[in-house]
């Protein structure tokens, strides 16, 4: 008789969305005329760049006859991918990267969950609060997490990110193994500054703790002291991953192109305290149990860098990020506290004074017919805030925010 992973049977139910989409649909139900706005879900909605669309189309006629049709991609990706990747992202920065610790991969959530493969289960995890769920479920069913209880993971050590810190995570004074760091920060789009990060490799180079960055959201960056890599500070080779995705720079999140970078100075221990290369260990997994991205995928993610390419992806990133700007101005000027939104699709909202966030979510369904995402759906310390989402239809956020703002439907 098989047996199952047990460790699957502790992991709660995939609450948040299912909840949403169920008190959405009840709403819906009782008012059939009711015209819902939603800023909940961290989709994009607008259409892919041309350049990508024609570097799809042409990679597509390629595959249309024998003599360029690609099969099988090189498991780590193709290197005319790759060095676009290391010229734009990295030298353009002051990083030098060889093309052998560049993993292209379908995206930033498979890569942030397999990592785990090459680690021990021993490993004590710290994850911030409130976080992106990938990392913890991931953690829970290699049997990192402990159990469920109240809200939290018993083996995980948790690091609140409130208005009270200024979502500026406290380094970590009980010993962990393993940091997840995402910046700028999915929920609550705030960032930290390369001073701010430093103190974070410092500590890691100190303590031996590995730090997994996740830097899906760097394309959003405005501001000059923010880093767009975690490489961008001295020594963080030494001690980081760095995950990367098209899904949210170039609207990739139908298509499926990422990539992770795992410097080959980068080392663990074996129990018996050998040091161990990790980027040896991630091409063993990767070339076991990944067969790579679609070439036609990774032609499109190429022209994201080409010169009109980058032009127009960042078009949209404007188009986004103005939508930010009026959401935080808005909810300002309605009398809101607002984080994030300016290096970061993302504003986080605080709840009014005693309102908790499904409270919230539920008053603004009901009077305005704006759906959000409760900030306690991604940990403990994310109630009293809901986030929006600045990935919307321009007239769908204004449509939302005059409702908002007018205190009418
Ligand atoms: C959207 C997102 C990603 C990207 O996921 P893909 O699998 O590349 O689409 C990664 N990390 C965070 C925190 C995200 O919000």
New binding site residues.
Partial sequence: MALINEHFLKLPGSYLFSEIAKRVKTYKEAHPEAQVISLGI?DVTQALAPAVIEAMHKAVEEMSDSKTMRGYAPDFGYSFLIDAIIENDFKSRGIHLDPDEVFVSD????D?GNIGDILSPENIVAVTDPV?PVYLDTNAMAGRAGYFKDGQWNNIVYLPCTSTNNFIPEIITKSVDVVYL?YPN?PTGTTLTKEQLKKWVDYALEKKVLLMF?A?YEAFITEDEVPHSIYEIEGAKQVAIE?R?F??TAGF?GVRC?YTVVPKELTALDKAGREHTLNLLWRRRQSTKFNGTAYIVQRAAEATYSPEGKKQIRETINYYMQNAKMIKEALNSAGFETYGGVNAPYIWIKTPEGVSSWDFFDYLLNNHQVVCTPGVGFGKSGEGFVRMTAFGKREDTIEALRRIKDGRN
């Fill in positions: 961290g995206g930033a959530k498979s942030t992106y995402c999915n996740d899906a995950f995705s899904s949210k999140t990422g």
